[in-house]
């Protein structure tokens, strides 16, 4: 039980009296006192409780003021209080059971601190008291009367407010007290609470707690009104949910059900004439009759009329009727495309294979080249050729599995994948499908796109593919799948595997100037609004933009020059100039502007240590100039140009085997060590690798070291060993289209890639002479000494 005197917790302690127009000083975190305010307070600290109990036993008054920092355990001077508090009257002192004090004070007055006091063990300072203003005027008491009615209405709007309060408000008569009661009750912050106390002027306390009270009483208002429309809202919800309820009972009732869900009634005749395998028309069904017991408010309406459209609009039993004559297949190919006699052999056996056995599982190609060489009109012509629909998927950039396989169902929004959304777009089940860029999917932290496709792409598997909206099985067998690619070693090994591949590698510049002729120029003048009278363009000015103005396996960038000069006509026929123009080299230099390539190779290998290589790129063959030079050292290599790891280690293999062979080629054995080696390969912004620059390497540094440049017109590729043999590379035919391209007249290979002339143009074999490498002499005797003969000649002359 709590002691009978509280005062007898505590030791008197030895300290002066307090004097009388001093005040001793309570400290206070967020508690601000106002005069006229009854309030109970905690005491925690020694020295309150001490300061309380000397308030009491003295009979004086306690100053109630703020500390400045809340988190100040024991304030202990001025500089830590606020200047202005409230002399109160301690009316009770409680002691609990836990030991815990507390004290109920009235305030009195204020007062402000004018010299804090030493030598007690609790806070005394002389203060100066604020005095009594009972001054009433018309403007003191019009503030009152805003005052109370601010006050009511503010009691009014509060739930569970005594009428008592509201009634006891209206009695007070002083302004100063009306003022300090209404900001002791304002829900504001201590700062605010104490700024107000600090105030002197009556009127300009009156003002402040006026304002305070208009803004709470604006924030009660708007927070009343949120909470009717919310409950309006819930209300017309309810109300309409009640009214669509007894709706249904009257059309029951009048037999009128029949109209009310003509929809849903038109849902289910679809449902019988999609003619859906007998699984998919039961689960259809099921989730038709869910929809009929469903209301139309409900969130999962719209959602399940959705699912239910989506299945109706299937093409679960329409297909084309297949039309394969090869005849007109052959046909068909000859006229939409030019050259690419193997891709076109290669389509016909595939289309006679699937004529003879329709139900027979046949390969999946993959039409694999650089931009522009026609891969994407191919599949549209197997289309044409087999009259069959044709839709395209682009596989480019998609790194989420869900835009194969689908979403479900239970996500907002969800949609079949691509594969579904193309059938519906196509309309039957048997059409030709273009995955277009499969070499570009991407992997993401939504799962591997490229292994939903494996089930897609599988005929053993795709008879019963099951989209994630769907939820049902959806027979693919029928569909014939043609796929794209720029390059085959970014597709995963098992999506590969299920593959044909068939390459494209490019045109020749014979081949190029036949596709322009027959396709890309109609095409440009139709599109520019032109007729082949009004705008035609001779084979020479054809030529004369393949070679200086575009530079490229495909015929993408040539069909946009072509627009050009196609526009430029446009304008002129437009303004009135011409009526015809006639395009020839000279018209092309003038509408096209300074040629942007020319023949770079006799420039660059007009001095020794340049030898001219070849490279595979993605986007198809291109020339590679490896230059090597000689300076004073300490027989270091420098490699330089961005060089990859098997590149640089070609230029490594290819120093050692001319070391190994600086005798038989009359060369000083200390000029190595004597010498620092630098091999640069330009274009060093771009990546290069490969071991196909080996042949290249050993060249640039024996024309080097010999001081003897190699031919301009010579351009070489393949691998060397340590012993001096030429090993095979890859991308041959790309290699020698690119070097004829660039102005190259001999092409040295690798004597066992042979086999692959047969894959190279005719035209090309016509313009260009080859020459087979068995070992790096054959190599030095070709270059070298075509070089010494053509000096002689020069020479001579």
């Given at each position: 039980m709590a002691p009978e005197n509280p005062l007898e917790e505590k030791d008197k302690t030895d300290f002066p009296a307090v004097p009388e127009d001093a005040l001793i000083l309570l400290p206070v975190r967020n508690l601000v006192l106002f005069p006229g305010m009854v309030v109970p307070i905690h005491i925690g600290r020694d020295s309150s409780i001490l300061a309380a109990q000397t308030a009491i036993r003295n009979d004086r008054q306690l100053g109630i003021i703020l500390q400045k920092d809340p988190e100040e355990d024991v304030p202990s001077g001025q500089e830590e209080l606020h200047e202005v508090g409230t002399a109160s009257n301690i009316l009770r002192y409680v002691t609990s059971p836990s030991e815990s004090h507390h004290i109920v004070c009235q305030g009195e007055g204020r007062f402000r601190i004018r010299k804090m006091l030493d030598g007690y063990p609790f806070l005394v300072a002389e203060v100066d008291r604020f005095p009594e203003t009972n001054e009433?005027?018309?403007?003191?008491?019009?503030?009152?009367?805003?005052?109370?009615?601010?006050?009511?209405?503010i009691l009014q709007m509060t739930p569970d407010v005594p009428q008592e309060i509201a009634d006891s408000m209206l009695n007070i008569s002083s302004p100063e007290l009306l003022s300090d009661l209404l900001t002791g009750l304002i829900d504001i912050s201590p700062e605010e609470k104490q700024r107000v106390l600090e105030m002197p002027d009556l009127k300009e306390r009156m003002d402040n707690v006026l304002k305070m009270l208009n803004y709470r009483l604006e924030v009660l208002r708007v927070s009343r009104d949120i909470d009717k429309q919310t409950q309006e809202r819930l209300g017309d919800r309810q109300r309409e949910a009640l009214l669509r309820e007894q709706l249904k009972t009257i059309q029951h009732q009048l037999g009128d059900n029949d109209s009310g869900n003509s929809e849903l009634n038109d849902i289910e005749k679809a449902i019988a004439k999609a003619k859906m395998p007998e699984e998919v028309e039961t689960h259809a069904k099921k989730e038709l009759n869910r929809l009929k017991n469903m209301p139309e408010a409900a969130g999962e309406y719209s959602m399940l009329r959705t699912y239910l459209e989506w299945l109706i609009e299937l093409p679960w039993s329409i297909a084309s009727e297949d039309q394969t004559d090869i005849t007109k297949?052959?046909?068909?190919?000859d006229q939409d495309h030019y050259g690419l006699e193997k891709i076109k052999r290669r389509i016909l056996e595939f289309l006679a294979v699937h004529k003879l056995n329709p139900k027979g599982r046949s390969p999946l190609l993959c039409f694999v080249g650089p931009p522009g060489v026609g891969k994407t009109s191919l599949g549209q012509s197997i289309a044409k050729a087999t009259g069959r629909k044709f839709v395209r998927v682009s596989m480019g950039g998609v790194h989420d599995e869900a835009e194969i396989r689908g979403h479900r169902?239970?996500?907002?929004?969800?949609?079949?994948?691509n594969i579904i959304q193309a059938l519906r777009r196509a309309g039957t089940n048997n059409c030709v499908m273009l995955l277009d860029e499969v070499d570009k999917l991407g992997t993401g932290v939504h799962g591997d796109p490229a292994a939903a496709l494996l089930e897609v792409l599988d005929p053993e598997q795709n008879n019963s593919f099951r989209d994630n909206y769907l939820s049902v099985p959806f027979d693919l067998s029928g569909v014939m799948f043609v796929c794209?690619?720029?390059?085959?070693?970014?597709?995963?090994?098992?999506?590969?595997?299920?593959?044909?591949?068939?390459?494209?590698?490019?045109?020749?510049?014979?081949?190029?100037?036949?596709?322009?002729?027959?396709?890309?120029?109609?095409?440009?003048?139709?599109?520019?609004?032109?007729?082949?009278?009004?705008?035609?363009?001779?084979?020479?000015?054809?030529?004369?933009?393949?070679?200086?103005?575009?530079?490229?396996?495909?015929?993408?960038?040539?069909?946009?020059?072509?627009?050009?000069?196609?526009?430029?006509?446009?304008?002129?026929?437009?303004?009135?100039?011409?009526?015809?123009?006639k395009i020839d080299v000279s018209d092309v230099h003038r509408i096209l502007g300074a040629p942007r390539f020319e023949n770079e190779v006799a420039m660059r290998t007009d001095m020794p240590g340049v030898a001219t290589g070849l490279a595979w790129t993605p986007v198809g063959g291109d020339i590679l100039f490896i230059e090597a030079s000689r300076v004073p050292g300490k027989d270091?290599?420098?490699?330089?140009?961005?060089?990859?790891?098997?590149?640089?280690e070609s230029a490594i293999a290819a120093l050692t085997l001319l070391k190994a062979r600086a005798v038989s080629l009359n060369l000083e054995p200390g000029l190595f060590?004597?010498?620092?080696?630098?091999?640069?390969?330009?274009?060093?912004?771009?990546?290069?690798?490969?071991?196909?620059?080996?042949?290249?390497?050993?060249?640039?540094?024996?024309?080097?070291?010999?001081?003897?440049?190699?031919?301009?017109?010579?351009?070489?590729?393949?691998?060397?060993?340590?012993?001096?043999?030429?090993?095979?590379?890859?991308?041959?035919?790309?290699?020698?289209?690119?070097?004829?391209?660039?102005?190259?007249?001999?092409?040295?290979?690798p004597a066992r890639n042979k086999k692959d002339l047969e894959d190279i143009p005719d035209d090309a074999k016509k313009q260009l002479k080859f020459v087979w490498l068995e070992t790096v002499d054959d190599a030095l005797k070709e270059a070298l000494a075509a070089e010494r003969?053509?000096?002689?000649?020069?020479?001579a002359k």
């Amino acid at each position: 039980m709590a002691p009978e005197n509280p005062l007898e917790e505590k030791d008197k302690t030895d300290f002066p009296a307090v004097p009388e127009d001093a005040l001793i000083l309570l400290p206070v975190r967020n508690l601000v006192l106002f005069p006229g305010m009854v309030v109970p307070i905690h005491i925690g600290r020694d020295s309150s409780i001490l300061a309380a109990q000397t308030a009491i036993r003295n009979d004086r008054q306690l100053g109630i003021i703020l500390q400045k920092d809340p988190e100040e355990d024991v304030p202990s001077g001025q500089e830590e209080l606020h200047e202005v508090g409230t002399a109160s009257n301690i009316l009770r002192y409680v002691t609990s059971p836990s030991e815990s004090h507390h004290i109920v004070c009235q305030g009195e007055g204020r007062f402000r601190i004018r010299k804090m006091l030493d030598g007690y063990p609790f806070l005394v300072a002389e203060v100066d008291r604020f005095p009594e203003t009972n001054e009433k005027d018309i403007e003191i008491e019009g503030r009152m009367v805003q005052l109370k009615q601010r006050a009511v209405e503010i009691l009014q709007m509060t739930p569970d407010v005594p009428q008592e309060i509201a009634d006891s408000m209206l009695n007070i008569s002083s302004p100063e007290l009306l003022s300090d009661l209404l900001t002791g009750l304002i829900d504001i912050s201590p700062e605010e609470k104490q700024r107000v106390l600090e105030m002197p002027d009556l009127k300009e306390r009156m003002d402040n707690v006026l304002k305070m009270l208009n803004y709470r009483l604006e924030v009660l208002r708007v927070s009343r009104d949120i909470d009717k429309q919310t409950q309006e809202r819930l209300g017309d919800r309810q109300r309409e949910a009640l009214l669509r309820e007894q709706l249904k009972t009257i059309q029951h009732q009048l037999g009128d059900n029949d109209s009310g869900n003509s929809e849903l009634n038109d849902i289910e005749k679809a449902i019988a004439k999609a003619k859906m395998p007998e699984e998919v028309e039961t689960h259809a069904k099921k989730e038709l009759n869910r929809l009929k017991n469903m209301p139309e408010a409900a969130g999962e309406y719209s959602m399940l009329r959705t699912y239910l459209e989506w299945l109706i609009e299937l093409p679960w039993s329409i297909a084309s009727e297949d039309q394969t004559d090869i005849t007109k297949a052959r046909k068909q190919l000859d006229q939409d495309h030019y050259g690419l006699e193997k891709i076109k052999r290669r389509i016909l056996e595939f289309l006679a294979v699937h004529k003879l056995n329709p139900k027979g599982r046949s390969p999946l190609l993959c039409f694999v080249g650089p931009p522009g060489v026609g891969k994407t009109s191919l599949g549209q012509s197997i289309a044409k050729a087999t009259g069959r629909k044709f839709v395209r998927v682009s596989m480019g950039g998609v790194h989420d599995e869900a835009e194969i396989r689908g979403h479900r169902r239970t996500y907002l929004g969800a949609l079949p994948g691509n594969i579904i959304q193309a059938l519906r777009r196509a309309g039957t089940n048997n059409c030709v499908m273009l995955l277009d860029e499969v070499d570009k999917l991407g992997t993401g932290v939504h799962g591997d796109p490229a292994a939903a496709l494996l089930e897609v792409l599988d005929p053993e598997q795709n008879n019963s593919f099951r989209d994630n909206y769907l939820s049902v099985p959806f027979d693919l067998s029928g569909v014939m799948f043609v796929c794209t690619a720029n390059m085959p070693d970014t597709i995963p090994g098992p999506l590969r595997d299920r593959m044909e591949m068939i390459e494209l590698p490019g045109y020749t510049e014979e081949e190029k100037a036949q596709i322009a002729e027959r396709y890309l120029v109609k095409r440009q003048v139709q599109a520019n609004g032109l007729n082949t009278k009004q705008c035609r363009i001779t084979k020479r000015a054809l030529h004369e933009i393949i070679n200086h103005y575009t530079r490229e396996a495909g015929v993408r960038n040539l069909e946009r020059e072509i627009g050009s000069v196609c526009r430029n006509v446009a304008v002129q026929v437009a303004e009135g100039i011409v009526e015809s123009k006639k395009i020839d080299v000279s018209d092309v230099h003038r509408i096209l502007g300074a040629p942007r390539f020319e023949n770079e190779v006799a420039m660059r290998t007009d001095m020794p240590g340049v030898a001219t290589g070849l490279a595979w790129t993605p986007v198809g063959g291109d020339i590679l100039f490896i230059e090597a030079s000689r300076v004073p050292g300490k027989d270091k290599l420098t490699l330089t140009g961005q060089l990859g790891d098997v590149m640089r280690e070609s230029a490594i293999a290819a120093l050692t085997l001319l070391k190994a062979r600086a005798v038989s080629l009359n060369l000083e054995p200390g000029l190595f060590e004597n010498s620092d080696i630098h091999v640069h390969v330009p274009a060093g912004a771009i990546p290069k690798d490969g071991p196909s620059a080996g042949v290249a390497m050993f060249l640039a540094l024996t024309s080097m070291m010999m001081n003897r440049p190699i031919l301009a017109d010579h351009a070489m590729t393949g691998e060397i060993s340590l012993r001096g043999l030429v090993l095979p590379v890859g991308g041959i035919k790309e290699k020698v289209l690119a070097a004829l391209r660039a102005g190259i007249k001999t092409v040295m290979l690798p004597a066992r890639n042979k086999k692959d002339l047969e894959d190279i143009p005719d035209d090309a074999k016509k313009q260009l002479k080859f020459v087979w490498l068995e070992t790096v002499d054959d190599a030095l005797k070709e270059a070298l000494a075509a070089e010494r003969r053509a000096g002689k000649t020069r020479k001579a002359k």
